[in-house]
């Protein structure tokens, strides 16, 4: 086969000579969150034929390169070719609306990128500022794939020496299937086969693959009968923007794409009287992504200056010196944006690892001296602010005075640095840190340095230091001004953005309304006019509507990764900017007509993905997925899909509609002076009563006042274990009434969530909720919450496993601590029965007790292997049976074996339809009797049962239990707890012995 012949079908690399060609792409791939291959019919024909500039936010130089002489330096890079910008899906518009900025005419938002005409030069810049974009893709041909060997054939016309040589190296990786292909792996071999055969043919000698930074990276797309072949400029996704320190403490740490993106979308960047914000605030900010993002546009930083690797960089027809050009153009961008007053960027998170890591890479990213990041409970984040208004003026000299000092001190920290030299090893010469950015080998001594200013820098003292270069810039009337417009509270328009934790990132659902009702005060206390918050929760989008008094402008859905996400964001009036986009793309916006889902989320068609072929753009994505919340009877009001649908639509509604009293003012507004003093009330007279007992894990409140229907327990974790010292709530909201508005109860949940936690002095997102709800049958739940968080607390001197997510019930009944020691106090010696077990804490306090055995029976194998990890925590001999069977059944076969107990204790259910019972259900009131008698003929002659149920109307049949020669005492007021005084009724509980 001659090596120049060139199939019919295929389209090489090249300038574009063929405008008006009937040619068509290929139908785009339909994919999730990269899409590097979505192309519909007829393209070509929304290509522009110029790219010149249209906005002077970039201010771009000529594409064409001049001589003195006139000549062009480089012509090719002023060709026009094509290039397809992948994104994650959703953000399409704000890729389009960045390359405007960056002066391309007209691109064209497709699902999942935006493709556009433009020189090689515009493409570079691209890599360099693209700041929601996946990747740039340089579109090599579009050629036949209805036979492996037509493809191979289109592959190998494609002059591949203009390309690479045959001493570097490349990969391939594809992406979709066909009838022909039905693995993507084989198409990319096919490519591979023709490349190295035409190298090997013209040099006699063929390149290599490489799947780690290859020197050229190229990807085919597959669609049925045609593919779609593309240099990958960025070599890498741009989200590597070469700052972030990987820490595995961060679970699913927020993408720096999605990050950019959800500030553009909120205005952050924009400077208009309309929509400037004074101040942006992150009150959950993990690795602090966000917060460097928004200073990275703050100081006109281009995201790619730090990347060391580009797809671009061995390309045969790549040009250093462009590249070079355009890199000393973002020096000097940042170096003149530095200059400027900066808005405060505040960063919070109650975890002390995650601020740590967010310093670290900020100070990579060199934005450190931007960001205020501190630690702080969501909840009281507005105490960490401080105050941020600094007047420059003479009463103020002494404090300028200061000022001077740290700015010397930060000149120091933060010396100048060269431009990297030239030279033949072009990864080590590509990558470029700004001028004011430490390099990696010195950040040991600037993290010394900065330490003198950073870390325990005020607030105040940051905005000295600015006002103090400004002057001593000879910017003195700015430098008095400036500080007056950095006044976030109370004083100027702030936006809030932030991730909250979901999925990977949270323990539990149950600890997320605590979490929303913070973020809602935040927007009320702080001044806060916008805000962008990832959530597919309606709890928080209720409580953020009533805060701000108004509903979400816009609704984003689109990918973390491979997580999918919904961004809501408040405070932006809507503008024909965004009709644009929504025209555009679909992708943004309410509607929901089957049309626009069908726009927005196409069936998805993923490529077979191996180390050597592109599987889709889920590749290089962050490991780990939200799953699926199941839902509790007892309603879990923070699980994302477990709210009912009569609950969302309630809280969903506009912050005005007239059913809900005061629904315009946010939930904090309600007056919840009287449950405060309450809580702090009962919180004193319960805790010193608990330190005289020693009593670590005690009920706090109980429904005390009919406006707040909760009940909170406090959880201590055990001393000599990992959870010394730790405190959790656990809140369980009785159902309200049908006569109780639904918003008036929503807003006096909040007000629980928000003022517990401060008053018990427990942290926010160690705060789980559940709400009671009774079912069908009388039981009180059933299903899962979530993953279990489980830990340790002390009672009587013993340690116990408890899980405050996953069940209603913690896995100690708190109101049976008394009884729990009465079966201490009477195992000595005897052996001992538990029925319907539960966690075995009874089981444990007998054992403890001294008893001869114990036999613990349940139906549930999870609670019996609790049962055991209690009694290894005790360090208790294992020996003790744990049997596994449905209780009734057990009693019955074992009522008349020899052996006799000597202790019996049993806490009956209300009621039970178990489908391990077959036909028979249990119902405490109806069948108590039969199943006493059947035990007192299990005991020894001067045995005892302890008889608990917590149906509240339990009335003992004294008459058959009487005939039956059961003698019954009812001992309910001595095994209630202090703690559960005011509700005497809590359990009943009988002690039994059997007449002889």
């Known amino acids: 086969m001659a090596i120049d012949k060139v199939a019919t079908d295929c389209k090489p690399s090249g300038a574009m000579n063929h405008p008006n060609s009937t040619e068509k792409y290929p139908s785009a791939t339909e994919n999730n969150s990269d899409g590097m291959d979505k192309e519909p019919d007829g393209m070509n024909k929304y290509l522009d034929d110029t790219d010149k500039p249209a906005s002077d936010t970039v201010n771009p130089a000529s594409d064409t390169e001049k001589h003195p002489s006139g000549t062009d330096r480089h012509p090719h890079f002023a060709e026009k070719r094509e290039f397809f910008v992948s994104c994650a899906k959703g953000l399409e518009a704000c890729v389009a609306d960045e390359l405007r900025a960056l002066g391309v005419r007209k691109p064209r938002p497709l699902v999942s990128g935006v493709s556009f005409q433009g020189s090689l030069k515009v493409a570079l810049r691209a890599c360099l500022w693209l700041r929601c974009a996946s990747r740039v893709l340089l579109v090599l041909g579009r050629l036949p794939a209805n036979s492996a060997e037509a493809l191979y054939n289109a592959a190998r016309s494609i002059p591949w020496e203009e390309h690479l040589s045959p001493t570097q190296t490349f990969a391939i990786a594809a992406q979709g299937k066909s009838t022909q292909f039905k693995d993507s792996r084989f198409a990319s071999l096919k490519v591979k086969d023709a490349l190295v055969d035409r190298l090997r043919d013209i040099h006699g000698s063929r390149p290599n693959v490489q799947t780690d930074q290859p020197d050229l990276q190229l990807r085919l797309a597959l669609r049925e009968g045609r593919a779609t072949l593309y240099l990958d400029l960025s070599g890498e996704p741009l989200h590597r923007r070469a700052y972030r320190v990987p820490d595995k403490h961060i679970a699913a740490p927020l993408r720096e794409t999605l990050a950019a993106a959800m500030l553009l979308s909120s205005g952050w960047p924009k400077q208009g009287p309309a929509e400037h914000y004074g101040f942006l605030l992150d009150p959950l900010c993990g690795s602090g992504t966000i917060g460097i993002e928004a200073a990275l546009i703050e100081a006109d930083r281009a995201p790619g200056l730090l990347r060391e690797y580009w797809g671009f960089s061995a390309w045969l027809q790549h040009q250093p010196d462009i590249w070079e050009d355009l890199l000393d153009e973002a020096d000097e961008r940042a170096e003149k944006a530095m200059a400027a007053t900066h808005r405060p960027i505040l960063l919070r998170d109650i975890d002390g690892k995650a601020t740590q890591v967010a310093t670290a890479s900020a100070r990579r990213a060199g934005v450190l001296e931007l960001l205020d990041i501190q630690v702080a409970d969501v909840t009281n984040v507005a105490d960490a602010t401080g105050a941020w208004s600094v007047v420059a003026d003479a009463a103020q000299s002494a404090q300028l005075g200061r000022g001077r000092q740290l700015a010397q001190a930060v000149q120091v920290a933060q010396p100048a640095q060269a431009a990297p030299s030239g030279g033949n090893n072009w990864k080590s010469s590509l990558g470029r840190q700004p001028a004011h950015a430490a390099p990696a080998e010195q950040e040991p001594q600037l993290a010394q340095a900065v330490q003198v200013t950073q870390p325990t820098q005020s607030v105040q003292e940051k905005q000295i230091v600015r006002t103090a270069q400004l002057a001593q810039s000879g910017q003195a009337d700015q430098a008095v001004q400036a500080p007056q417009a950095a006044r976030p509270v109370g004083g100027s328009r702030g936006l809030l953005i932030t991730n909250p934790p979901y999925g990977e990132r949270m323990d539990s659902r149950t600890q997320l309304p605590s979490l929303y009702a913070g973020l809602a005060e935040r927007v009320q206390d702080m001044g806060i006019s916008g805000a962008c918050i990832i959530s597919s929760d309606d709890l928080l989008e209720a409580f953020v509507d009533r805060a701000l008094g108004a509903a979400p402008v816009r609704r984003l859905e689109t990918f973390n990764g491979p997580l999918e996400v919904k961004i809501r964001i408040w405070g932006q009036s809507e503008s024909e900017e965004l009709s644009r986009q929504v025209a555009d793309t679909g992708s943004i916006g309410d509607a929901d007509s089957d049309a626009a889902k069908a726009m927005r989320y196409p069936d998805n068609v993923t490529g077979a993905g191996s180390s050597g072929s592109f599987s889709g753009p889920n590749v290089e994505d962050i490991p780990g997925a939200s799953g699926t919340a199941d839902t509790f009877e007892v309603l879990d009001l923070t699980g994302i899909h477990g709210t009912p649908s009569s609950v969302r639509q309630i809280l969903a509604r506009p912050p005005d509609t007239p059913d809900i009293p005061d629904a315009r003012h946010p939930t904090t507004h309600l007056d919840s002076t009287d449950f405060v003093n309450r809580l702090a009330k009962m919180a004193r007279h319960h805790g010193k009563w608990a330190r005289r007992s020693n009593v670590s894990c005690y009920r706090v409140y109980d429904a005390d006042l009919p406006d707040f229907n909760v009940v909170i327990d406090l959880y201590q974790g055990a001393d ?206 109806r069948d108590h009797a039969e199943l006493l008698i059947a035990l007192s003929r299990m005991l020894t002659p001067d045995g005892k049962i302890y008889f608990s149920t917590n149906l509240r109307k339990f009335k003992p049949d004294l008459e058959t239990l009487v005939k039956a020669g059961v003698q019954l005492t009812d001992i309910t007021p001595e095994t209630i707890p202090p703690d559960f005084q005011r509700r005497k009724d809590i359990h009943h509980c009988y002690s039994l012995t059997r007449k002889l």
């Not at 309200?736 to 949940?749: E, H, M, T, V």
């Not at 069977?885 to 052996?899: F, G, I, P, T």
Request: aromatic share 8%; charged share 20%; with cysteine.
């Open 720 to 925: 000599g274990t990992s959870d010394e010292g730790k405190r959790w709530l656990h809140i369980a909201e009785y159902q309200a009434p049908s006569d109780i508005d639904p918003g008036l109860a929503n807003q006096r949940l909040s007000a629980v969530l928000l003022q517990a936690p401060r008053v018990l002095e427990v942290p926010s997102n160690a705060v789980f909720l559940k709400r009671r709800m009774q079912s069908r049958g009388g039981s009180q739940y059933s299903g899962a919450a979530g993953k279990s968080v489980c830990q340790t607390i002390k009672e009587g001197g013993l340690l116990f496993e408890i899980d405050l997510s996953q069940r209603l019930d913690t896995g100690i009944f708190l109101d049976h601590r008394i009884t729990r020691q009465l079966l201490r106090d009477g195992a000595a010696g005897r052996d001992c029965l538990n029925l319907f077990a539960y966690t075995g804490t009874a089981s444990v306090y007998m054992a403890a007790g001294g008893a001869r055995s114990v036999t613990t029976v349940d139906l549930s194998q999870t609670y019996l292997s609790w049962a055991k990890r209690n009694f290894a925590l005790n360090r208790l001999d294992s020996r003790h049976p744990f049997i596994q069977a449905d209780v009734l059944s057990w009693v019955s076969e074992n009522r008349h074996a020899k052996q006799k107990y000597g202790l019996i204790f049993c806490d009956v259910p209300t009621f039970s339809n178990s489908t391990s019972m077959g036909r028979r259900t249990w119902d405490a009131q």
